[in-house]
């Protein structure tokens, strides 16, 4: 597998994550893992919140939706799954919306805007994982 630095979009001041992961492309599928950690307090630009770069553009016209999980260590003292998408607008360049259940409106999908990192006393960073495969360009 490849190496590759994901970073997240729709970022507004200073991004205080990193991030890791790992592709493979093959017969015109890229499949991939990739972590953000953020250890900075970081805000999202509008309420659509975050999205996140992907290692290989994927094919025009996707809509993909792959596994996320997103572990809020001590900022939230929880752990939440949801999906991250690419509409079928989408450039392909990124990954639209990045999105965790919630615990109002039916446990219904959030979009995360918003990551503690060191703010509020945290000490741990907050870490999301993405992974899953899609059709290259």
Not at 95 to 101: A, E, G, S, Y
Request: one cysteine or more.
């Amino acid at each position: 597998m490849t190496a590759w630095t994901p970073k997240l979009t729709n970022v507004t001041g200073t991004d205080g994550t990193r991030g890791s992961g790992h592709y493979a492309v093959s017969n015109g599928i890229c499949t991939f893992t990739a972590m953000i950690v953020a250890y900075k307090e970081t805000n999202s630009a509008s309420d659509a919140g975050f999205g996140m770069t992907l290692p290989v553009p994927a094919a025009t016209g996707s809509r993909v939706i792959f596994q996320l999980s997103l572990d809020g260590r001590n900022a939230d003292h929880g752990t939440w799954t949801g999906e991250a998408l690419i509409y079928s607008g989408s450039t392909g360049k990124q990954i639209d919306r990045l999105r965790v259940t919630g615990t109002t409106n039916g446990a219904a999908l959030q979009n995360i805007n918003h990551f503690y990192g060191d703010a509020e006393g945290a000490t741990e960073a907050e870490i999301v994982t993405v992974s899953g495969s899609y059709v290259v360009a």
